[in-house]
């Protein structure tokens, strides 16, 4: 519990100095079946496919935007040794089979399948591969630089980025890159990203994004991510980056793009919290005007949302003694939304409109009568 806190606090001093906020907006829970989700991509139709790690069935989870389970596929032609990543492109599913916490394992893979509207696997290939420089297996802790969570597809080709387990810890991610088709492969370093110094797990690489116009890389952390612009080709790090910090240190281990503005984030539920899904805004400069029908209302309030696209909102209900009468959630890009103010006094009011938890706007209301005795 100590080491958690520490965990945090240091993750806030840190990031207080030299990081951007991200926030995070919760827009469901993941399915109980993928409570250990360590990928996620988003498929043509909005919808979504998830896989867990080790310890669980070779099995890919369909669900909708705020984590519904729709249907899921049990793959009995392969098995599930380490799943940490998945990735969809052009209809083919690319499963990351390339977990290798001590750095011992010699059949890392990627299975790519053909998908089909009705999400039926088809068309198995096997991406085998090897890194060049590994020598040992298991490598020695000093090198230990051969684990994967993350991985994107870009052009004709699958690239991946190591989650850096060395001791004494180098702070270092690899970038290394394949065909994305059947072959054996064997892999040298294209380049290499530090993502700092300190305790690992603040600094490791745990998934990865790239953005439908190609023009973002997002690398995932459990407090914090990296974002890379302006790079040309695969050369992700010969671009600009800069780094978003999360308010709260979960196990976040899975990321994809919905639109190039909008990231779907997924952390495992354990200790830390989680099991929840969050979309993060690279705009967060939201042009949002909430007003009222009208001032004076009896039984209900009726609010009116002008945004083309808002992220959930709170609202907050005080009386002029700075007492909260009620409180709730408004949800994502409803243009209308009623709070039930039946059974409260009449009187003055104000309602706090909050965006993440930050004040955005603030309206006077007054109730004409009190409540009726019962």
């Excluded at 806190?5 to 926030?23: A, E, K, N, R, V």
């Excluded at 979504?48 to 890919?60: L, Q």
Aim: proline share 3%; net charge neutral.
């Amino acid at each position: 519990m100590l080491k958690n806190i520490f965990y945090q606090i240091f993750s806030f001093l840190y990031f207080t100095t030299f990081g951007q906020q991200m926030p995070l907006y919760v827009i469901g829970e993941i399915p109980e079946k993928v409570e250990e989700c360590s990928g996620i991509t988003r498929l043509h139709g909005g919808n979504y496919a998830m896989v867990n790690d080790s310890g669980n069935e070779p099995e890919v989870f369909i669900t909708d935007s705020t984590g519904v389970l729709i249907t899921s596929i049990l793959l009995d032609d392969v098995k599930n040794t380490d799943w940490e990543e998945i990735e969809y492109s052009s209809n083919h599913l690319y499963i990351g089979d390339f977990g290798n916490n001590k750095n011992g394992r010699t059949d890392l893979s990627i299975l790519k399948y053909s998908i089909s509207d009705k999400y039926s696997l088809s068309n198995l290939e096997r991406i085998k591969f090897k890194y060049a420089e590994q020598k040992e297996f298991p490598e020695r802790k000093k090198y230990r630089n051969y684990d994967t969570e993350a991985m994107v597809h870009f052009g004709d080709s699958i690239y991946v980025f190591t989650k850096n387990r060395t001791k004494p810890f180098t702070g270092y991610t690899y970038l290394y890159g394949m065909p994305a088709k059947a072959g054996n492969y064997t892999l040298s370093r294209l380049d290499s990203f530090k993502t700092g110094h300190g305790d690992m797990s603040l600094f490791w690489v745990a998934g990865a994004a790239l953005s439908p116009s190609k023009d973002k890389l997002v690398l995932l952390g459990y407090d914090k991510m990296w974002v890379f612009t302006d790079f040309k080709n695969a050369n992700f790090f010969k671009g600009k980056s800069k780094t978003y910090a999360f308010a709260k240190l979960t196990q976040k281990e899975s990321i994809t793009f919905i639109n190039d503005k909008t990231l779907l984030i997924t952390d495992e539920l354990n200790e830390l919290g989680g099991g929840q899904m969050y979309l993060a805004h690279f705009e967060t400069d939201f042009k949002i005007n909430v007003s009222v029908d009208s001032k004076q209302f009896t039984d209900c309030i009726v609010l009116n949302i002008k945004s083309p696209n808002h992220p959930k909102l709170q609202y907050e209900l005080y009386d002029t003694k700075g007492i909260r009468a009620d409180y709730g959630i408004i949800p994502e890009n409803v243009e209308t939304f009623s709070i039930d103010a039946e059974e409260i006094s009449a009187g003055g009011y104000v309602i706090s409109i909050l965006i993440d938890g930050k004040p955005l706007q603030a309206i006077k209301v007054k109730k004409l009568y009190a409540k009726k005795n019962k």
